[in-house]
Structures are given as structure tokens and as C-alpha cells.
């Protein structure tokens, strides 16, 4: 018997960055998203305004190729469906993710996958003037 009380888990290989190539159209496919996740609104820059695209793979290279492959299937699909069809696919998956138990499971992942890869991209606020922090309101400046 080992004099060890604790039990030593297996831990995961570091994982490095992989380099994502994007394709025309799933960089359309993301546009299209980013234009119906974060609607235009005169006091914050449009989505389209801020570069998103230069600043994708700050996040997707970092993902698990399984969820990676699954992301860049859906914006490729996005690249030719139509605004309002994305729009009512969003809106559905709102109204499913609400529901309870694992019939909502899904749409909870795709809620999160989906406004998740706007959302971190856009409150990043790469903006030369930081624009969006400061509309917001938000400071991360520790005072002391």
C-alpha cells in the first residue's frame, strides 16, 4: 500500500494554439451572425465596424477541434441562409434553451456557442478609443 493518501489524477497535455484558416464564407457566415446577434444601434459601433474577423482567431484557435469543426459548419451554413432565417433559427434557439432538462440542452449550447463567439469578440473592445468599454461603463482598473 502506497504511504500516499492522495490519488494522483491524469492530467491533459498542455494544448498549444492551432492555427485556423478561414474561408470567404465562413467569415460571411460570421458577419451575418454578428449582424443579427448584435444588431446595429447608433450609440455603439456596428459589429461589421470594429474588424471582428482580425480578431477570430484570438479565440478560435484555442477551441477543441470538435467544437471548432461544428462552429465552422454552422457559419459556412450561415454564408448562403438568408438574415431573416438566421434571425428566426436565433430566435428559436432563445425560446429552446429556456426549456428545462436535456430537451433544452441542446439549444443551451448552441446559445453559448453561438452569441458567445459575438459577444467575447465584440466587449473585447479592440477599438482604438475603447468606445464600447467605455458606453458601457465598464472599468477594470483596481482601486486601492
Known sequence: MSSNKYIKLPV??????????????????????????IPENSDFPSFQEIDPDKYLN??????????????LI????????????????MSLIERGSSWEGMIGAPFRMLQIALKG????????????????????GYDAKIAM
Open 12 to 37: 491533459e497535455e498542455p494544448r498549444f494554439p492551432q492555427k485556423v484558416t478561414f474561408t470567404k464564407s465562413h467569415l460571411k457566415g460570421f458577419f451575418k451572425l454578428g449582424k443579427v446577434v
Open 58 to 71: 484570438r479565440m478560435l484557435d484555442y477551441m477543441y477541434k470538435d467544437d471548432l469543426s461544428a462552429i
Open 74 to 89: 454552422i457559419l459556412q451554413i450561415f454564408s448562403f441562409t438568408p438574415l431573416f432565417m438566421i434571425r428566426w433559427l
Open 117 to 136: 463567439l459575438i459577444f467575447t469578440i465584440y466587449y473585447s473592445d479592440f477599438t482604438t478609443d475603447g468606445v464600447i468599454h467605455s458606453r458601457i
